[in-house]
């Protein structure tokens, strides 16, 4: 069974620096294309970045130079380290795998809340 | 690359059908056949609902079906049921970002 299991959000002041992770089963994060996608509070749905199985990575265009997305194979583990936080990076953060690169996310995790705020 | 557009709210009673439409433009919706559609309830994660265009994931109910014409695709729900009350995502592939969702719909049934 596909799961993903998201973990280590919480609160932060600004400027501050977080990182999540989310803890997959049932398939191999390498062998896939692993995004994070953000929901802030009463928001829609925003894309945050992507790791291609290839390692290449990409980001919006808010969360440039500040976000790190990562994996570690030998956890079949996806990360994401957030630096400089700012408060409108709170939201709730999902993990969520897109099996070839073009979409759908076919599956996705609870999610982690992760508040920035002095 | 902004978010693509969505009506903010859309409703109808039990029974009929509503369709939600999703805009975008030639690098997104006009340009791919990858468009995707998801179920949200509060408190809960985004559920698949369609995917590239018009096509359902194993469980989903075919009340549910999907369509694209130019730059605008369409997430058509019929025999309305109150379960279905929730807010509905459609996302795209693009040349530049490479993801981007829509402004989101609430749907309410009546």
């Known amino acids: 069974e596909v799961q993903l299991v998201e973990s280590g959000g919480g609160l932060v002041q600004p400027g501050g620096s977080l990182r999540i992770s989310c803890a997959a089963s049932g398939f191999t994060v390498s062998s896939n294309y692993m995004s994070w996608v953000r929901q802030g509070p009463g928001k829609g749905l925003e894309w945050v970045s992507v790791?291609?199985?290839?390692?290449?990575?990409y980001y919006t265009d808010s969360v440039k130079g500040r976000f790190t997305i990562s994996r570690d194979n030998s956890k079949n583990t996806l990360y994401l380290q957030m630096n400089s936080l700012r408060t409108e990076d709170t939201a709730v953060y999902y993990c969520?795998?897109?099996?070839?690169?073009?979409?759908?996310?076919?599956?996705w995790g609870q999610g982690t809340l992760v508040t920035v705020s002095s | 690359q902004s978010a693509l557009t969505q009506p903010a709210s859309v409703s109808g009673s039990p029974g009929q059908s509503i369709t939600i439409s999703c805009t975008g433009t030639s690098i997104d919706v006009g340009g791919y056949n990858y468009v995707s559609w998801y179920q949200q309830h509060p408190g809960k994660a985004p559920k698949l609902m369609i995917y590239?265009?018009?096509n359902r994931p194993s469980g989903v109910s075919n009340r549910f079906s999907g369509s694209k014409s130019g730059n605008t695709a369409s997430l058509t729900i019929s025999g309305l049921q109150a379960e279905d009350e929730a807010d509905y995502y459609c996302s795209s592939y693009t040349s530049t970002t490479p993801y981007v969702f829509g402004t989101g719909t609430k749907v309410t049934v009546l």
């Open positions: 590239d265009v018009n």
């Open positions: 790791i291609y199985r290839s390692g290449i990575t």
């Open positions: 969520a795998r897109d099996v070839d690169g073009y979409g759908p996310f076919d599956y």
